[in-house]
């Protein structure tokens, strides 16, 4: 029998957050290394460049890959021979690793978790409660699974109840390109097939687990169906050309990981998830010999790499920028941003569509750019602590009384925009620009000064005021309505299918 102590596995589940908030797996490094020596695509190869330049900075600080540090997701396997010595639940265990985590001066993340949820959406200041799934095992051992979730790829997820005949491949091909840019790639899928609705969701979550290693089996060949359907997958994913942050290019998927279990004769569920720029996961495995002791990468981990910036590259005062000046901006240029900017996301849009219609905002948005994020709060002596982009479709509701009401001239989030928002972007001759996804450590580096404006009971949400000295972005949506995440898969899914670029991997 073994005796498993409460605090050995509370620290153990703080410890192991920590760890992830800030060192990508290594296997996820290397990956994202041969991703970058491949890309031909200038824009793609830049996005991939600062995802790696941010992880090792990230590394070295000991901060946050992403503001979005995540919903935490713990897998236990118990083994039948552990007892515990504890006066708490295991979920209870769970969840004070989990604040213990969050609430870590030296490296605080932010609480991302709302209770309520189609209510008052309240934060829990802690980010508890955990998701947390247990199985009971053979053995004397706790095996644990802890993952951090952002919350942009977890809300692409999908599932699909097929027809035993329908093919599984034309199904993931049709809705990868719905998902768009949102889930920050290049990533990882994780596909769960069979056993019944909720079975094939916890095998897709399962499968982001497992470590890349596609190329391992491209060297030794299929054994099995599920890895016939990785090989599969992963080529024609990749040649959908979506690529990096959904700015076309080589590179969509590291990995694809499929899970499979028996189902039913008249179903085959099917479900996918995936894993985005910030993939978080460890394992560890407790023994009854105190807490797990996790061991760190290596600086020599990260590839050397180095930001080639063209020559379609402007310096950009936001402080004095007119709607003439936008209109010069071509989709895909590259702009360094100084100058103060706002920021605001869902809960603050919210808020002032309401106050729009009741009178005047608390802050005048005319000529004004606003930045959709939720940044991690500082320490030590940061202005604000790691600030990449939120989804920006999440705002595309708001986009046209935003513009037409208040005068807001762009408008600064990840990944595309719907039709609605580029619609009214044209309309009144605004901008949407694009900063990179999990690159949120490096983007800080940019601010060099914040202050609250609006709404400061809103916590991450509320409405800043940055001061900026050369923020990278890319045009997005120009003032005509042209997206680069409409026209650049489109051109790279035929240069790959026309082979004037080298596609192999
Ligand atoms: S990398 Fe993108 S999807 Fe992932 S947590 Fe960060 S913002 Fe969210």
Redesign the pocket.
């Known amino acids: 029998m073994t005796v498993i102590k409460q605090d050995d596995l509370i620290t153990s589940i703080a410890d192991a957050l920590q760890y992830i908030s800030y060192y990508h797996p290594v296997d996820f490094i290397q990956a994202m290394g041969q991703a970058y020596q491949r890309e031909q695509n200038p824009a793609a190869r830049d996005a991939i460049a600062q ?1 790696l330049i941010n992880s090792r900075m990230c590394a070295m600080g000991h901060r946050p ?6 919903i935490v997701t713990v897998f236990l396997k118990v083994g039948m021979k552990v007892q515990w010595e504890a006066d708490m639940s295991v979920t209870e265990m769970c969840n004070e690793g989990i604040r213990r985590a969050y609430l870590l001066p030296d490296n605080l993340l932010r609480a991302s978790i709302l209770d309520d949820p189609d209510g008052a959406r309240r934060n829990t200041n802690d980010n508890t409660p955990g998701v947390i799934h247990y199985e009971i095992v053979a053995g004397d051992k706790v095996e644990v699974n802890v993952a951090a ?8 997820s999908k599932f699909i109840m097929l027809n035993p005949s329908d093919s599984v491949v034309d199904w993931v091909l049709s809705v990868i390109p719905q998902m768009g840019a ?3 790639p290049p ?1 990882m899928l994780g596909i769960g097939i069979g056993g019944t609705a909720e079975k094939a969701m916890i095998l897709a979550k399962e499968a982001l687990l497992e470590p890349i290693d596609i190329q391992e089996l491209r060297a030794r060949g299929a054994k099995t169906r599920a890895e016939e359907l990785r090989l599969e997958l992963f080529d024609k994913v990749n040649r959908l050309g979506i690529g990096a942050q959904g700015l076309g290019g080589l590179t969509t998927v590291m990995d694809v990981k499929v899970k499979d279990f028996p189902t039913h004769a008249a179903n085959k569920a099917v479900a996918i998830i ?7 996961h460890t394992h560890f495995s407790l023994d009854g010999n105190g807490p797990a002791e996790l061991v760190p990468p290596k600086l020599e981990d990260w590839p050397e790499v180095t930001r080639e910036v063209g020559d379609n590259v402007r310096r950009v005062n936001l402080d004095t920028i007119t709607r003439d000046d936008v209109k010069a901006w071509k989709p895909g240029d590259t702009l360094l941003l100084s100058g103060k900017m706002l920021t605001g996301r869902d809960a603050a849009h919210k808020r002032m569509i309401d106050m729009l219609d009741r009178g005047t905002l608390p802050v005048d948005l005319n000529g004004r750019f606003i930045y959709y994020v939720g940044p991690v709060d500082p320490i030590r002596d940061e202005v604000v602590g790691p600030a ?4 920006a479709t999440r705002m595309d509701k708001f986009t046209r009384i935003m513009l037409e009401r208040t005068g807001l001239l762009g408008m600064i989030g ?2 595309e925009r719907g039709p609605t928002a580029i619609e009214a972007i044209r309309d009144y001759a605004a901008v949407y620009l694009m900063a990179v ?4 450590y490096l983007v800080s580096q940019a601010i060099k000064a914040s202050k609250v404006v609006a709404f400061p009971e809103l916590g991450m949400e509320a409405v800043y005021e940055f001061e900026l000295e050369d923020m990278p972005v890319t045009v997005a949506v120009d003032h005509l309505g042209e997206s680069v995440h409409q026209t650049g898969p489109r051109i790279w899914a035929e240069k790959i299918s026309q082979q004037v670029v080298n596609f192999d991997f």
């Open positions: 995802i890959i992403c503001q979005d540090t995540g979730k952002g919350g942009g790829s977890e809300a692409k949102g889930w920050c990533g995936p894993n985005c720029a910030a993939t978080r990449g982009p939120t989804t990840k990944a996804g999990g690159a949120a």
